[in-house]
């Protein structure tokens, strides 16, 4: 995976997947969501917010830094294209990408219900099937004993 650039949408072939999120700690439930939304589309891009946006949307919620997070994301399999944004909301990245409408938009389960921003400009939301059992969360209460 790499980097995408602006303007690229018109280069991709097929359905088009994009996941957005701060992905503050990536894990195994990160890994089987991505590998899933990879099966439902051709071309799989993760949006993931930046350092200070993710300070912003997770207040107070430990974070690894967005070179990590990029890093951990971009060498999964699955996924073709990792791009970091600096807004709240991945809406205007998928402005300047070129991916309106956004052919389907992955969200965790755990967002099932909730209103998801850009969802408006998706043919289609989706969620993967029953929870992962990992969630950052977890991870940090452990580290924390």
Same mark, same amino acid.
């Given at each position: 995976?790499?980097?995408?650039?602006?303007?690229?949408?018109?280069?991709?072939?097929?359905?088009?997947?994009?996941? %957005?999120?701060?992905? $503050?700690?990536?894990?195994?439930?990160?890994?089987?969501?991505? +590998? #899933?939304?990879?099966?439902? !589309? &051709?071309?799989?891009?993760?949006?993931?917010?930046?350092?200070?946006?993710?300070?912003?949307?997770?207040?107070?919620?430990?974070?690894? %830094?967005?070179?990590? $997070?990029?890093?951990?994301?971009?060498?999964?399999?699955?996924? +073709? #294209?990792?791009?970091?944004? !600096? &807004?709240?909301?991945?809406?205007?990245?998928?402005?300047?990408?070129?991916?309106?409408?956004?052919?389907?938009?992955?969200?965790?389960?755990?967002?099932?219900?909730?209103?998801?921003?850009?969802?408006?400009?998706?043919?289609?939301?989706?969620?993967?099937?029953?929870?992962?059992?990992?969630?950052?969360?977890?991870?940090?209460?452990?580290?924390?004993?």
């Amino acid at each position: 995976a790499t980097v995408m650039r602006d303007g690229c949408r018109a280069s991709l072939a097929g359905r088009v997947v994009f996941c %957005p999120g701060v992905c $503050r700690i990536p894990h195994a439930g990160h890994a089987w969501m991505l +590998d #899933w939304a990879k099966r439902q !589309g &051709d071309t799989l891009i993760v949006g993931v917010n930046d350092d200070v946006s993710a300070f912003r949307v997770k207040q107070g919620a430990y974070c690894l %830094p967005v070179q990590q $997070r990029v890093r951990m994301l971009a060498s999964m399999q699955c996924v +073709d #294209w990792v791009v970091p944004f !600096g &807004d709240n909301t991945p809406v205007e990245l998928m402005q300047v990408l070129g991916l309106l409408p956004t052919d389907l938009m992955v969200k965790g389960y755990d967002r099932t219900g909730e209103s998801i921003p850009g969802e408006e400009l998706c043919q289609t939301l989706i969620a993967p099937p029953g929870p992962f059992p990992a969630h950052a969360g977890d991870i940090v209460k452990s580290i924390r004993g």
